[in-house]
């Protein structure tokens, strides 16, 4: 359906021109819009694009939501003292040091309007969450990008020293590339950056990292009783399988919390999630039996890789980064995968030839490699 025009009259409205050089965020195509566009059974579908985990979440979850969906009149506990208990107790923080938003993706936000403006500079990796520097324009602000792919921490500090930034960005595992920063260097690093200069470590994909390797293992609370200047960034969409409940959190300093809460709309996580993600935090057996089964399955991929002749980036987190040689194009593999009702990531938008791949089930993963290696 075509948007609908007044008739005759042309829209002179001014917005804010620092959304002019802003692109809209993607995010992977939903099942929904496969099947409109490619009249393709919704059962027939795998969706490996948005990294979420493909065991969904645990089954007391399900059963602890399922108990509330009557209690929807009311709003909810604005508080949110049972998911900040849960939490404290996990990370073994106080309830000062956090902050909930409606997805980690909110609290960035926050973030950026709590210590930048038009004249800051905000320094981030050359390749990563692409919401970094989309909340950076909202504002004005200068992005200052390294030139490594992965994170090169002597790099960000040369780069810290002649750019004076107000934000640094240090997403550990890395989105999109699946690699990830040693613990030690990064408590190094952060050493040797001024007090007033804001460094966020985003942690979305932790879990799976500390499970893989102990070395790039970050410690929310040993980061924040080291350093005054850093906040730690997680969420419950990964391995806990709640993308669809929208929660995310920040742990800091008591005085960085209490400005980012100067901007925190009210009631901005819903009944349902409150809930979910209370008892998700609370069923790490179940997350870690999702994140075992996911690096067993990464073996396949790498198999695959081998097998076909591509590389692959060694992967902290629940997706894998496929990178194409030059006789192959990532824009038109994924097309074509999609026209078969297979959802991955395309990463030419970040400047590179390559397939970020969410690490499915067994079946979900045979049946990508089976289409994959008919288009190489």
């Known amino acids: ?148 792919q992965e994170h090169d921490l002597n790099e960000f500090y040369e780069l810290y020293k002649s750019e004076k930034p107000d934000v640094i960005f240090l997403c550990t595992p890395n989105n999109p590339t699946g690699d990830a920063i040693d613990a030690k260097a990064m408590m190094d690093f952060i050493s040797k950056i001024d007090e007033d200069t804001l460094v966020v470590v985003d942690g979305a994909y932790m879990e799976y990292a500390a499970f893989k390797d102990e070395k790039k293992a970050v410690s929310p609370k040993d980061l924040i009783k080291e350093f005054n200047n850093v906040i730690y960034l997680g969420t419950f969409s990964k391995a806990y399988g709640l993308g669809g409940m929208r929660v995310g959190y ?54 695959f890789a081998t097998k076909q002749k591509i590389d692959i980036i060694e992967s902290y987190t629940n997706f894998v980064t496929l990178c194409l040689n030059k006789n192959h194009n990532s824009t038109q593999i994924s097309d074509a995968l999609l026209r078969q009702g297979m959802i991955v990531r395309d990463l030419s938008g970040y400047g590179m030839n390559a397939l970020r791949v969410t690490v499915g089930t067994p079946e979900q993963n045979s049946r990508f490699f089976e289409l994959t290696a008919e288009l190489l």
């Open 250 to 303: 920040g742990i800091s300093s008591p005085k960085i919390i209490k400005e980012l809460y100067k901007l925190r709309p009210p009631f901005n996580i819903t009944t349902l999630s409150l809930e979910a993600a209370s008892v998700a935090v609370l069923e790490q057996e179940f997350v870690n039996e999702c994140i075992s089964l996911c690096f067993s399955e990464m073996k396949r991929y790498e198999e």
């Open 1 to 148: 359906m075509v948007g609908i025009l007044c008739k005759g009259r042309k829209l002179n409205m001014k917005f804010n021109k620092k959304l002019e050089n802003i692109k809209t965020y993607e995010a992977g195509k939903p099942i929904e819009l496969v099947v409109r566009e490619f009249g393709i059974a919704a059962k027939d579908i795998v969706k490996l694009a948005s990294n979420e985990n493909p065991y969904g979440c645990a089954p007391k979850v399900q059963e602890a939501v399922s108990k509330i969906v009557a209690n929807m009149a009311l709003y909810p506990d604005d508080s949110m003292m049972k998911l900040k208990l849960a939490l404290t107790n996990r990370f073994d923080i106080a309830e000062e040091n956090l902050i909930i938003g409606s997805g980690s993706d909110q609290v960035i936000e926050f973030i950026m309007h709590a210590k930048a403006s038009a004249s800051s500079k905000i320094l981030i990796n050359s390749v990563t969450f692409a919401m970094y520097e989309i909340y950076a324009k909202h504002i004005g602000a200068e992005i200052v990008r390294t030139s490594s």
